[in-house]
């Protein structure tokens, strides 16, 4: 390809990036400029073809597209299998989650990916996801509740700090703080011996139950990793380390070193759009919704998709399709009314003095006249013959 058509292609109305994969696919090959214009003129009639009619019922088709296949969907859940088992709902229960916007999935998952420098390393792989994996304090050592001193002493085990590349200090100083921040117990005193590698909590008030109830607290605190994440699973796939993670953490494993932010996921799609904004959150439904049909070898056409994770996501939040959300703030009363809680919208409508002035499909169909797209969409309005214009 000479210099001649790298100029046409630059010049061309096409998006940068179309542009890029085009210098790409055209890399070493003969092409003239005709050839080119011939060629783009076809795309460009292909696409006018492929482009919804006016007065489509574009949303009923969508839906139909989605919904008939959806009926056909096994209820399941997937097992990774690894050294603990992570399990992902996927098929109808999965799609239903998507639909629905749910605050956090039933089984909430990350699929991490590392820079260059750790994805062929076994060792490194296992470095990241231990400051990934939440590890309780029992993990560390052992802890022995003296009942005659009152106090839980904490024998830390020097091996397994040097395994998981922890320093005694770092544990003496985390786990009292993170027991008063985050399991919200502040009723102690603790000191730590780094000699010996013991640390020793107090309850203040001196009763067994106060005791105990601290020992609960100390064997459970997190004291390296993330809290969220419960379990992290190291596999190789097509000749690099992937780390899949039971729990979801974006913004923490973010900050992760080692950790490659631009291919990392999480399935928690409210999480995706209050960490990385609601365009991420689109593509987030869209590419879920398709690996959840195309797992079970549905294949529907991405537009109809794309429609619904617009209509989601056009208000700048991730809304559901119910009546908390799309279903449940349409304009017209009646449209609402055939959803969900007729009686509710119907008496709420009645007080408000609200009218409907028949738009919608839904609508439309309930008074029995014809709904106002396609066809039904022409207005013919006839001239009367005594007027000369």
């Known amino acids: 390809m000479d210099e001649s058509m790298l100029t046409v292609i630059h010049a061309a109305d096409l998006p940068e990036r179309t542009k890029e994969e085009l210098i790409k696919d055209l890399e070493g090959k003969e092409i003239t400029a005709e050839q080119f214009a011939a060629i783009m003129e076809s795309v460009e009639r292909e696409y006018r073809l492929t482009r919804i009619e006016p007065c489509e019922a574009c949303g009923v088709i969508a839906a139909q597209s989605l919904g008939e296949p959806g009926t056909q969907m096994t209820m399941r859940t997937?097992?990774?299998?690894?050294?603990?088992?992570?399990?992902?709902?996927?098929?109808?229960?999965?799609?239903?989650?998507?639909?629905?916007?749910?605050?956090?999935?039933?089984t909430p998952t990350m699929?991490?990916?590392?820079?260059?420098?750790y994805l062929a390393d076994r060792d490194k792989a296992r470095e990241v996801s231990w400051q990934i994996e939440a590890a309780p304090l029992h993990e560390f050592g052992d802890i022995v509740t003296d009942m005659a001193n009152m106090r839980v002493e904490m024998h830390v085990k020097k091996e397994v700090c040097d395994k998981r590349k922890i320093s005694l200090a770092e544990i003496m100083e985390r786990a009292p703080q993170k027991i008063r921040e985050r399991r919200h117990y502040r009723d102690f005193e603790s000191e730590g011996n780094a000699a010996d590698g013991v640390i020793?909590?107090?309850?203040?008030?001196?009763?067994?139950?106060?005791?105990?109830?601290?020992?609960?607290h100390?064997?459970?605190?997190?004291?390296?990793?993330?809290?969220?994440?419960?379990?992290?699973?190291?596999?190789?796939?097509?000749?690099?380390?992937?780390?899949?993670?039971?729990?979801?953490?974006?913004?923490?494993?973010?900050?992760?070193?080692?950790?490659?932010?631009?291919?990392?996921?999480?399935?928690?799609?409210?999480?995706?759009?209050?960490i990385l904004g609601i365009e991420a959150a689109r593509n987030a439904i869209i590419d879920e919704m398709k690996n959840t049909l195309g797992?079970?070898?549905?294949?529907?056409?991405?537009r109809h998709i794309m429609?619904?994770?617009?209509?989601?996501?056009?208000?700048g939040e991730v809304k559901q399709i119910g009546?908390?959300?799309?279903?449940?703030?349409?304009?017209?009363?009646?449209?609402r009314a055939a959803f969900e809680v007729t009686v509710n919208h119907l008496l709420d409508a009645a007080v408000a003095r609200e009218s409907d002035i028949?738009?919608?499909?839904?609508?439309?169909?309930?008074?029995?006249?014809?709904?106002?797209?396609?066809?039904?969409?022409?207005?013919?309005?006839?001239k009367p013959l005594n007027q000369e214009n």
């Open 295 to 302: 797992e079970q070898g549905i294949s529907v056409d991405v």
């Open 218 to 274: 100390i064997r459970n605190v997190i004291v390296q990793g993330i809290d969220d994440i419960e379990r992290v699973v190291v596999r190789k796939e097509g000749g690099e380390y992937i780390l899949y993670t039971e729990g979801s953490n974006l913004k923490d494993v973010f900050e992760v070193e080692g950790v490659d932010t631009s291919r990392t996921r999480t399935n928690n799609i409210n999480e995706i759009s209050q």
């Open 307 to 315: 429609l619904i994770a617009d209509m989601m996501c056009m208000d």
């Open 111 to 117: 699929t991490i990916h590392l820079e260059p420098d």
């Open 323 to 335: 009546r908390h959300g799309i279903a449940g703030e349409k304009e017209s009363v009646l449209s």
């Open 358 to 382: 028949l738009n919608g499909v839904t609508e439309n169909v309930i008074v029995g006249q014809p709904i106002q797209l396609g066809t039904g969409d022409i207005r013919l309005i006839a």
């Open 78 to 106: 997937f097992h990774y299998a690894g050294v603990a088992e992570i399990n992902v709902t996927l098929g109808l229960p999965r799609l239903i989650e998507i639909m629905d916007a749910r605050k956090e999935p039933s």
């Open 200 to 216: 020793t909590f107090t309850p203040k008030n001196e009763s067994y139950q106060n005791l105990f109830q601290l020992a609960d």
